[in-house]
């Protein structure tokens, strides 16, 4: 939710779209993917200060919906999952419920759209989880697909 004080017609809801962009009143397209809500503000305000003096504006998350990643395969409990915030494949394996014991732990991937097509990234539950190769333990990004084999 954005809204203006003083300026009714400027309150909306707005969504984050896939490419991490919202739209609004007199500021048009804008890139919030990675944002604080802080930084969303001032954004927002300094694009409504071309029209409107010392604008307010008030920027409120209203709901994470769109903040899914999909683990598929070997889990307990295969499906979405809500992020809530910064989530690690080693979390999201956990809110998955664990692997099953016929699970392949050093063969996981994440599988990531990018702009230059899909991406795989390594995850190497079985090393991770005796504190090796940290670096496979990948940030996921809304709309990734956690696949264990």
Not at 12 to 35: F, H, N, Q, W
């Amino acid at each position: 939710m954005v809204t203006v004080w003083r300026e009714e017609s400027l309150q909306k809801e707005v969504r984050v779209l896939p490419d991490g962009s919202i739209t609004y009143p007199l500021v048009g397209r804008l890139d919030v993917a990675g944002l604080t809500v802080a930084e969303v503000k001032e954004r927002v305000g300094e694009r409504l200060a071309r029209y409107i003096s010392d604008p307010e504006v008030t920027v409120l998350v209203t709901g994470i919906e769109g903040n899914q990643v999909h683990v598929l395969g070997r889990v307990n409990k295969p499906g979405p999952i809500v992020m809530a915030g910064p989530t690690t494949a080693l979390q999201a394996i956990s809110l998955a419920g664990g692997l099953d014991p016929f699970a392949s732990g050093n063969a996981i991937q994440v599988l990531r759209q990018t702009a230059d097509g899909d991406e795989l990234l390594p995850v190497r539950y079985n090393d991770l989880i005796r504190g090796r190769s940290l670096d496979t333990n990948v940030r996921l990004q809304p709309g990734d697909t956690l696949l264990v084999p």
